[in-house]
């Protein structure tokens, strides 16, 4: 056995106690190999705990340790840092807990925050910034840290309360669509919910970063008056919260 072939077995053992791997590790026995393999678990599931620690208190100790033990025995770390390892937890949560919508937007928001305080950096702009621009040309950047997507549940409320460490709201859908909206402003991950609407104006602008697309989706969808309004007061709050971080015309 060459030690390549020893380091794949082992690192077979590990990730799904195959007994065949385990079988090949020449004067291995069980129990030594048990100890690696506690060790490799305990350190997956801290590594979790760590990136979710308000979905942790949300669903309980024994549902947590559930879904990580689930999570670890199908998926092995995929990337030099265990940070990137709760990635993917969002697909074990949706297959254990199908009918809890809650639970997959509250793991979401935890790894949005995480991914946004470590974005790349991006000066804002201020509203001096805007001072003579054309605005039939004007193309605006987003931040590099915005994270969204839809949401049907209150996780945000649940999320603002665990994190002050009150009581959170019971579980509930929301009257209608919304969307959760994250970012970093300065030094600060920030979490908030919005419409469905402002989902689709930070899409659009996104995709396009033309000011005038922007305003040409969201007169489509409001009439003419109401739609060149909202531009300008979603591009306010935008600029208020720093999420545009760059300007420049055709």
């Known amino acids: 056995m060459t030690l390549g072939d020893l380091q794949r077995d082992f690192r077979l053992w590990l990730a799904s106690g195959a007994q065949d ?27 979790l705990e760590e990136s979710y620690p308000q979905l942790r208190a949300h669903m309980g100790e024994e549902a947590f ?22 990635d993917d937890f969002d697909a074990t949560l949706a297959a254990l807990f199908p009918a809890n919508p809650d639970i997959h937007e509250l793991a979401w928001i935890e790894l949005a925050l ?24 004007v193309h605006l950047r987003l931040s ?3 994270r969204m997507r839809a949401a049907t549940t209150n996780a945000a409320a649940i999320w603002r309360a ?50 005038s697309a922007l305003c040409e989706m969201l007169v489509g969808r409001l009439g003419e008056d ?9 591009l306010a709050d935008w600029i208020g919260a720093e999420l545009i971080t760059g300007i420049t015309a055709d």
């Open 144 to 146: 590099p840290s915005l």
């Open 21 to 47: 791997a385990a079988g090949r590790l020449a004067g291995a026995t069980g129990a030594g190999l048990a100890v690696y393999q506690n060790n490799y678990r305990a350190q997956l599931v801290g590594c």
């Open 226 to 234: 109401e739609g060149i309004a909202r531009a300008g007061a979603l």
């Open 162 to 211: 665990l994190g002050s460490g009150a009581t959170p709201p019971e579980s509930a859908m929301l009257p209608e669509p919304g969307a959760l909206i994250v970012w970093r402003s300065g030094y600060v991950s920030c979490l908030r919910a919005a419409d469905l609407l402002e989902l689709d104006a930070l899409a659009t602008l996104q995709v396009h970063g033309s000011f």
């Open 65 to 86: 340790l559930h879904a990580a033990v689930r999570h670890i025995g199908k998926y092995p770390p995929h990337a030099w840092t265990l940070d990137a390892y709760a």
């Open 114 to 137: 995480g991914a946004a305080f470590i974005a790349a950096d991006a000066l804002p702009v201020g509203p001096a910034d805007f001072a003579g621009v054309d605005w039939d040309t």
